[in-house]
């Protein structure tokens, strides 16, 4: 089964990679905060600071117009 991990670059840039160790997100992102659902997706924040939903296919499911986004 895959799975999806969160991490950090050196220029502090997030991304995620799978267990098989493929970038599926690129090192993009100001922030990614955690899995939003079972369904792989992310609360990103961009380098301008607005929030948003991707999916593991960088997909945006919830365009990055948002100071925050709540889940739960």
């Known amino acids: 089964s895959i799975g999806y991990i ?12 799978d267990t098989y160790g493929k970038v599926v997100i690129p090192f993009k992102y100001k922030y990614i905060y955690r ?27 919830c365009p990055f117009i948002y100071d925050k986004i709540y889940t739960y």
């Open 6 to 17: 969160v991490a950090r670059d050196s220029y502090d840039k997030y991304g995620v990679f």
């Open 35 to 61: 899995l939003v659902m079972p369904g792989f997706l992310f609360e990103v924040e961009n380098m301008n600071g607005k929030a948003g939903i991707i999916d593991a296919n960088e997909k945006t499911v």
